[in-house]
Nanobody, 117 residues
Framework: QVQLVESGGGLVQPGGSLRLSCVAS????????MGWYRQAPGKQRELVAR???????NYADSVKGRFTISRDNAKNTVYLQMNILKPEDTAVYYC???????????WGQGTQVTVSS
């Protein structure tokens, strides 16, 4: 069982930045694929970014060049640095941990990000 706790969401103006953090319980954090997903009202949950145990990363096209995912295995923490935020980035952001890309894995409770002037 893995428990995930997100933090760092909030209200920011367009063009601003936020950094999300997700702390995971458990001693095998380093083996998991860690990802950030988001769900906007009326839309399906979508992958934003993920980082593999190797350090390789994937990003949604909509966030490439603006968002950076990273992990600190010593702290059991994954981060999402979000820059040049746009109103369309507004969503609840969820942290996910899974053993493989095909697995469902575990979810955090979500943190709200609102981009508005």
């Amino acid at each position: 069982q893995v428990q995930l706790v997100e933090s760092g969401g909030g209200l920011v103006q367009p063009g601003g930045s936020l950094r999300l953090s997700c702390v995971a319980s458990g001693s095998i954090f380093s083996m998991y694929v860690m990802g950030w997903y988001r769900q906007a009202p009326g839309k399906q949950r979508e992958l934003v970014a993920r980082v593999f145990s190797s350090g390789n990363t994937n990003y949604a096209d909509s966030v490439k060049g603006r968002f950076t995912i990273s992990r600190d295995n010593a702290k059991n923490t994954v981060y999402l640095q979000m820059n040049i935020l746009k109103p369309e980035d507004t969503a609840v952001y969820y942290c996910n941990a899974r053993k493989t890309v095909a697995a469902t894995g575990y979810w955090g409770q979500g943190t709200q990000v609102t981009v508005s002037s």
